[in-house]
């Protein structure tokens, strides 16, 4: 059994690696427990060491590293050496940060001394997605190895050159072995990873659907899970926002990586009294945007990743359509090689319709009207997903406290929803539960050890 990957610029196989077997599984896990004897007990320093080497390949091999981006998911080859870049800085940030964030916290109680001390757990499994194959293995690993903990990698079937770049540059750059490693299984052979007594926690980017599996998986196992999932992310513009720099990011925020990506801008709730001056707006700039072969340094939108995605798309914009969405561009499904889908902007969408209440996965977006920031907030919230949200408006104390009332895991206010390894990252309802990055991150698989001394 082995992957077969399909091109998505081409609709072309592109190449096959082997998936694991059951005794190859074992070997590696038996790896990843061994490694942990020792890494736990190495010092921030060492481990910070390796980061910074990571690090360093990374952007010296830019190129090289990010080719496998663009041919196995689409990915334009600007955005692809930007994620390998950001990767480098997750890596570099944890590096020079961890020590504090895990800096042994003084507690007074009725002891002579007490304190909490964070300490590794163990083997730790990244479950992750091919849609930003770089970036999500560092937001994971990184932290953890700095922890103390050791890493197995189960990467998406669609990305196996990527998985086995990222593990090939932690080997060059003097990893023990089974500190970090590779792990292709195939879906059906995840289960008996997460059941493995080794390992201790699960990390686990996807879908909702498959977020649910995997949590009842781990829970069973009474093992911790951090669980990035799926989201509805809503941008509420205001009419008294700069409705020109709104404009700009909202289209940026909604085309990065063809829309494939969980924070992306993808319900944009406008308030009535700018509504279609907004609209215009937004779709002279979506009309200017090349759709493309994403090896080219002129291209801004790739394809979708997979044929079935591609068609579960495009389903969600005719359903939409039929229901009474107002299509000012795109919408048709494109004859020719690849999965490319156009930039489509739907407008007058109502809460009902499939564009609103499902994930949308691709270059599409979708246009609401609000009568007022209140009405524009109830529609915001209107969604089982929570992750990512953005406010657009010139008072930044009403946004400020219209944030607190937003159900989202993180709130943008005049500016791009975004991940960076200083601020955590996550959700709430059914985009998952857990944070990735900055100082929570980190305190995500560690033990949190309370230690009471008292007098001798």
């Known amino acids: 059994m082995s992957f077969q990957v399909i091109n998505p610029t081409t609709g072309q196989p592109l190449h096959s690696f082997p998936f694991l077997n059951a005794t190859e599984r074992d070997a590696v896990i038996s790896a990843s427990a061994a490694a942990y004897t020792h890494w736990r007990k190495t010092s921030m320093e060492t481990r910070a060491e390796l980061l910074r080497r990571v690090a360093q390949i990374m ?55 007490s304190y909490v001390q964070y300490l590794p757990i163990g083997p730790v499994l990244g479950i992750l997605p091919w849609n930003a194959p770089f970036w999500l293995a560092f937001r994971f690993a990184a932290p953890a190895l700095m922890a103390g903990n050791t890493c197995l990698m189960k990467h998406d079937g669609h990305v196996p050159a990527c998985a086995a770049a990222i593990a090939d540059v932690f080997t060059r750059a003097g990893a023990p072995d089974g500190v970090f490693q590779n792990l292709p299984l195939d879906t059906p052979d995840i289960a008996a990873a997460i059941n493995d007594e080794r390992v201790r926690a699960v990390s686990f980017t996807g879908s909702d659907r498959a977020g649910s599996i995997v949590a009842a998986t781990a829970a069973a196992e009474i093992k911790p899970a951090v669980l990035e999932l799926g989201g509805s992310d809503p941008v509420i513009v205001l009419a008294d926002a700069d409705l020109d720099k709104a404009a700009d990011t909202i289209v940026l925020s909604r085309i990065i990586n063809a829309g494939q990506s969980c924070i992306a801008a993808k319900r944009i709730i406008i308030e009535q009294s700018i509504y279609e001056s907004f609209l215009d707006k937004l779709k002279t700039r979506f009309e200017r945007l090349k759709l493309g072969d994403p090896h080219l340094e002129t291209t801004d939108v790739g394809p979708i990743a997979r044929a079935d995605l591609r068609d579960n798309l495009h389903r969600q914009v005719t359903a939409s359509i039929e229901a009474g969405a107002r299509c000012l561009l795109g919408g048709q499904m494109p004859e020719g090689m690849g999965f490319f889908y156009p930039v489509t902007l739907l407008a007058d969408v109502g809460p009902d319709m499939v564009v609103s209440c499902e994930e949308t996965f691709g270059p599409v977006a979708v246009a609401m009207a609000a009568k007022d920031a209140d009405e524009a907030l109830r529609i915001a919230n209107d969604t089982p997903y929570g992750l990512g949200a953005a406010i657009w408006t010139a008072n930044t104390a009403a946004a400020i406290a219209m944030a607190a009332d937003i159900e989202s895991g993180q709130v943008a206010i005049n500016g791009i929803v975004k991940t960076d390894p200083r601020l955590p990252s996550g959700g709430t309802k059914r985009s998952g539960y857990g944070r990735e990055l900055g100082a929570q991150g980190i305190k995500m698989f560690v033990n949190a050890q309370q230690v009471w001394v008292g007098r001798s």
């Open 59 to 113: 952007r010296a091999e830019v190129e090289s590293l990010a080719l496998p981006m663009v041919e196995e998911m689409g990915k334009p080859i600007r955005e692809a050496r930007g994620e390998v870049i950001k990767s480098a800085w997750c890596a570099e940030h944890y590096a020079s940060h961890a020590e504090g964030y895990l800096a042994p916290e003084m507690v007074p109680s009725d002891a002579l001394i």
